[in-house]
């Protein structure tokens, strides 16, 4: 069967831990180049992880006619740029979360895409996890009643000042790097949108990023809340509670690779560990995203939920520094 040849937009930590190996793994797709303003740093990793071909710049990946899709792991800032060359090198994109610094272009990049016909998804694997299917499928099914609020923690401490989490007009700070899967979680969950917002940042004294933010979504009735932090130890979890039961999810974001995922689920008859087989999410969505390029069919993730939770992270930038909520 036929593999998509990907070409990779840098030379990320985050490519290299979540990414590099699982894409050894795919079916529909493979690495095949990787472009860096660096190319010493392009070769080596290539030569370390078996990728054909390295360049010494972005637009020598794109210019290579024997790449069929690109991935951007790019700081957020740069997102909207290179996701638009990709498009006008009729490349099919799948770039990482969140797509955009704003809503705006968010919607720029999608229309582009959609008046292009070329793919474009936002990175969100952990819908991609079985986990999170099963999860979802729980509340769908209506296994214990209709949810009533969803709570999510999502933490690391991170006081480096050259790391591009920690420099704002790079897009970084705890709401754009952590908060959009708080965000994400409850619209996949609910299966719709949050009527308004009420949101408090802590701006971190040096960088001037949001080191902790905390919101409340409302979505209707049911509400979700969330905290996400940089200066607070690594803690991740996701809590939703229904009216005859919860589940909770252990770690649902950044979920290991090398032993089962976990979530407890209650309900009136007892209390149950459910455990699934050892997957990688990013592997999962690489192939989801290939296979409808292959295929021609619509992409797991549609666009319009990208522009959707980008609205969302404006909505709560906007409540936390006029104090006050933020309809929808």
């Not at 200066?231 to 939703?240: E, G, K, L, W």
């Amino acid at each position: 069967m036929k593999k998509l040849k990907i070409g990779i937009l840098g030379t990320s930590n985050h490519y290299l831990k979540r990414i590099v190996l699982p894409l050894q793994k795919t079916e529909y797709c493979e690495s095949y180049a990787i472009g860096s303003r660096n190319i010493e740093k392009a070769a080596a990793l290539a030569k370390e992880f078996n990728i054909p071909l390295w360049y010494g710049s972005y637009d020598a990946v794109l210019n290579d006619p024997q790449v069929d899709m690109v991935y951007i792991p790019l700081p957020n800032h740069l997102h909207k740029e290179w996701v638009e060359k990709c498009i006008d090198a009729a490349k099919p994109v799948l770039c990482e979360k969140p797509l955009g610094m704003d809503a705006n272009e968010a919607e720029a990049m999608i229309q582009k895409a959609q008046d292009a016909n070329v793919p474009l998804m936002e990175g969100f694997m952990y819908r991609f996890h079985p986990m999170w299917q099963h999860v979802r499928n729980i509340v769908r099914t209506n296994q214990i009643g209709s949810v009533q609020y969803i709570h999510t923690s999502f933490s690391y401490n991170n006081p480096s000042p050259g790391n591009i989490r920690n420099i704002a007009e790079f897009g970084g700070g705890a709401l754009m790097d952590i908060g959009c899967y708080a965000i994400s979680v409850p619209r996949f969950i609910f299966g719709r949108e949050p009527e308004r917002v009420m949101a408090f940042q802590s701006k971190h004294p040096d960088f001037g990023t949001d080191m902790h933010s905390t919101a409340i979504l409302d979505f209707g009735g049911p509400r979700a809340t969330f905290t996400v932090s940089t200066t607070s130890q690594a803690f991740q979890r996701v809590d939703i509670v229904c009216t005859s039961g919860r589940i909770s999810v252990h770690i649902p974001f950044n979920t290991f690779v090398d032993v089962p995922a976990k979530i407890t689920v209650v309900d009136g008859i007892g209390t149950r560990e459910v455990e699934f087989p050892v997957a990688n999410a990013y592997g999962v969505m690489f192939d989801a995203f290939a296979k409808s390029v292959i295929d021609g069919s619509s992409i797991p993730l549609p666009g319009i939920d990208a522009i959707n939770n980008m609205r969302v992270i404006d909505a709560v930038r906007l409540s936390a520094q006029k104090e006050q909520w933020v309809t929808l």
